[in-house]
């Protein structure tokens, strides 16, 4: 699927994307003191950003892969089939999604990082 001007930072989701913003968790605002301001090998990152239908939690555009943080709502039966159909379609804009569950972040934040580094060397 190629990439449109509407696949991006669509308007409409955009009082969406900046409430998303307003209430981060501490998880996400935990990993974004260390993505902001490419502080990751120089990689840009972008945070609750619209791609396609959807707000992802992170986004580097350059190396098109999207970061998304799950609580533990997310290993409920319906919200494992919506991740599954968001990651399916973010794959077929040749985007890669990486999950980490949020206690991954607060208790291994350096191997979260590490993992997000390594992923972007092979991209």
Same mark, same amino acid.
């Given at each position: 699927? @190629?990439?449109?001007?509407?696949?991006?930072?669509?308007?409409?989701? @955009?009082?969406?994307? +900046?409430?998303?913003?307003?209430?981060? #968790?501490? &998880?996400? +605002?935990?990993?974004?003191?260390?993505?902001?301001?490419? &502080?990751?090998?120089?990689? @840009?990152?972008? +945070? &609750?950003?619209?791609?396609?239908?959807? $707000? $992802?939690?992170?986004?580097?555009?350059? =190396?098109?892969? $999207?970061?998304?943080?799950?609580?533990?709502?997310? #290993?409920? =039966? #319906?919200? *494992? &089939?919506?991740?599954?159909?968001?990651?399916?379609?973010?794959? #077929?804009?040749?985007?890669? /999604? *990486?999950?980490?569950?949020?206690?991954?972040?607060?208790?291994?934040?350096?191997? /979260?990082?590490?993992?997000? *580094?390594?992923?972007?060397?092979?991209?």
């Amino acid at each position: 699927m @190629k990439a449109t001007n509407r696949t991006y930072n669509d308007r409409e989701l @955009k009082s969406l994307r +900046r409430t998303l913003r307003k209430n981060f #968790t501490d &998880q996400e +605002r935990l990993l974004w003191s260390k993505l902001r301001n490419r &502080q990751l090998d120089g990689h @840009k990152f972008y +945070r &609750q950003y619209g791609v396609g239908r959807y $707000v $992802v939690d992170f986004y580097c555009p350059e =190396k098109r892969i $999207v970061i998304e943080l799950d609580g533990g709502h997310h #290993t409920e =039966k #319906t919200n *494992l &089939q919506l991740d599954a159909e968001r990651d399916k379609a973010l794959n #077929t804009l040749n985007i890669r /999604v *990486l999950r980490f569950w949020n206690h991954e972040v607060k208790t291994n934040l350096y191997g /979260v990082l590490e993992t997000i *580094l390594h992923i972007l060397k092979d991209s």
